[in-house]
């Protein structure tokens, strides 16, 4: 399987971006996925993470109620909507994947072993 992220890019505070995952060479809607990110010098961090097949999520506390994370099953693609972006929120961004079906949610890095190659966010003024 491949997963390829794209959405990124500078933005100052206060902004919003969507970030997109779109996924090949495996059957999407029997995998939780998540969205990481990492910044220079810092550990890979969970953002986001959704169910396989129902719109169950979890979130980061540092990014609760400003970013959404969403699955398009039909369209092979995860989606990470920010709002009210920071200058913390700069980052390296990741979506992640993993073949579970039910309850399965997870900021763990560990837990996933699809990975995408990233795209950057930086906010900055």
């Known amino acids: 399987g491949q997963l390829v992220e794209s959405g990124g890019g500078l933005v100052q505070p206060g902004s919003s971006l969507r970030l997109s995952c779109e996924a090949s060479g495996f059957t999407f809607d029997d995998y939780a996925m998540a969205w990481f990110r990492q910044a220079p010098g810092k550990e890979r961090e969970g953002v986001a993470s959704i169910l396989s097949r129902i719109a169950i999520t979890t979130y980061a506390d540092s990014v609760k109620g400003r970013f959404t994370i969403s699955k398009d099953n039909a369209k092979n693609t995860l989606y990470l909507q920010m709002n009210s972006l920071k200058p913390e929120d700069t980052a390296m961004y990741y979506c992640?994947?993993?073949?579970?079906?039910?309850?399965?949610?997870?900021?763990?890095?560990?837990?996933?072993?699809?990975w995408g190659q990233g795209t950057q966010v930086t906010v900055s003024s």
């Open positions: 992640a994947a993993t073949r579970r079906t039910g309850w399965f949610l997870s900021l763990i890095a560990r837990n996933y072993n699809y």
